[in-house]
């Protein structure tokens, strides 16, 4: 169950949550809503990966039928059928859990890689098929529809769209978290951890991973109908890979072993696509990098690192800590800067804006703007400067590192003194 | 024992056959267990013992013959059909949830026997009957104090202890432990013995076990099986006493 203290965090989060939208702007505003359906999604796939152990690579097509599902039923109570739009999400939920169900039914039967590339094969299929099946999904350029005014909302504005969203998000996320307080939810976990020893115990495991495969698809399908809701429209390429990859890149991020983490990972994402996008194209290389760094040296994800500091936190020594992690932070900042500056140099290098000026100048090696500088590329600074900041930090990193696991390795003593305890107790 | 256990036997396997490809791992195997029988086999590494195993539990269908449980025919039916009908197994290699509590391990098992296996709308924590059976089978395989561990951080034999009980959590009144004190301490050992002992009371047991010490002190029959056949079955003095036997399997041993 959960501590005082978390759900005086919830709480805090809840209001903050209500309170501050309306203070911002459209652009934020719409960026909210994109991390809170980015956060519910990643949610209802890591009931699919962090609790039943089913990787699945596939997931943007329970996301987009949803999206398509309420914009066909949009389309309809524009035409004069009498529902609420604030439900039009139920259309992504029924819609999300029957294709769930039969994509689930096929998908389910392997496990490991094999599951991993059966949802694939079948997002891509439906991606495939989408341009061709004008009446459902519009061909190329896809479908819209109309928020109506339902009960006096007229649902005209971006915060009104935020609160629909944000209840919407609400009631699954807490109807996800009390899933995994149920039987079902417990078995979930066993499927994860031994689905034969599960078979043994009187389980029919196919069926019980059909079911949490259509449970969580029918939340993407929430999901895609919240997205669905919030642009008016959707096409194709809803289906496409990188809505499925985008997905497993959050939730690993975020930690998939954390109830929460997911969201971590999604508004991390999504808040940086918001941010970062318009300042450069290559954000995407960005995103990579943070995934394989947070896979490399935070395998549980930053939801997992964040668990693990706060289970040992009576252990640990929070002040010799201190230092050693600004220092990380400092030293992190570094190497961010220096694959940032590179990164950049490279973009512009061998970008066509600068081949074209090159042309224009006879070829030569003309020099670049970039950070408001001008920067000449046979310049022994254009090249020395990311270097030391790459090395400085990664100096720094590795040192720090040596001091950090000092620490806690001495709360390891600590830790393994009360363990030895506790198993004697157990044999006695 | 009652006269009509006796007419009907817990688990009858009648002319059962296994190959794989060309191979004839068990060959024609006849074999009664009388309801609340201990029974044992025993025999050489390759005589077919985890197949018999396989077949009795579902992991494989036999190639012909009849496999029945309480009169039932149970031959060439899923494991989770077995397991409802009626019968239970351990296995050799610890086959447990590893990220899960010792006493979610033993739950599971306890939700399949009352019936609320696919339980999706009300909070586990408040099924009190569930809580109550479970901390009676973490009691009884005498892990009471390890209910909040993970299952993966206890030690070697008690791991085998939570096998035994999550055998037992799903009510089967047929247990199959294979190889319950495997790798087991003499200590160990005794302790599992009484703990096996203790728990199939009134239940009928059939495992498979190499140590003989184990063989004599808790089982009621053996059965001799050597490349797919049962050489003998009988009380264990009488098999050890067996000519046939001595030389094909307790011999080696002797020698």
Redesign the interface.
Known sequence: ?MSFRSVLLLATLLALLLAVPPLLDLAWQNALVNVLIASLFALAFNLLVGQAGLLSFGHAAYFGVGAFAALHLMIAIEDGLAFPTPLVPLAGAVVGLVVGLVAGFFATKRSGVYFALVTLAIAELIHALAPRLEGLFGGESGIGSMRMPFAGIVFGSTIEVYYLTLGWVLFCGLGLY??T???????T??L???E??????????HS?KV?VFAISGMVSGVAGSLLAISNETANYSLFATDVSAQVVLQTFVGGSTVFFGPVIGAAIFALFSFLVSDLTRSWVFYQGLIFVLVMLYAPTGIGGAIQHHIRHRRQLDWPALAAPYAAMLFGGLLVAAGIVFATEMVAVMFGEDYARTREAAGGALIPFELFGATWSPTGPSTYLIPLVLLGAGIAILVKVRRRIDAVWAARGEQGSKTQTL??T???? | MSADTRVRPALKLSGVTKSFGPIEVLKHLDLEIASGERHAVIGPNGAGKSTLFNLI?GIFAPSSGEISLNGRSIGGM???QI??AGL??S?QIT??????SVF?NL???V???FG??????????G?RRINEETEKVLAQVG?E??GH?LAGD??YS?QRALEIG?TL??GADVILLDEPTAGMSREETAEAVELIRAVTVGKTLLMVEHDMSVVFSLCDRVSVLVYGSILATDTPQGVSANHAVQEAYLGQEAA
């Open positions: 169950m009390l899933y307080l149920t039987p079902f939810g417990r078995l976990l066993a994860r951890d031994n034969q020893r599960v078979r043994f115990l009187g389980y029919d495991a019980s079911i506790a198993t107790g157990g044999i006695q | 539990s899923a494991p989770e397991n409802r239970a197994r296995f086959n447990i949830f590893h990220r899960l979610e739950r599971i098992g939700l399949a026997r609320v296996r696919y339980g999706l709308f009300r909070p586990i924590s099924m892990l104090s390890r561990d206890l030690t008690e999550m959590t799903t």
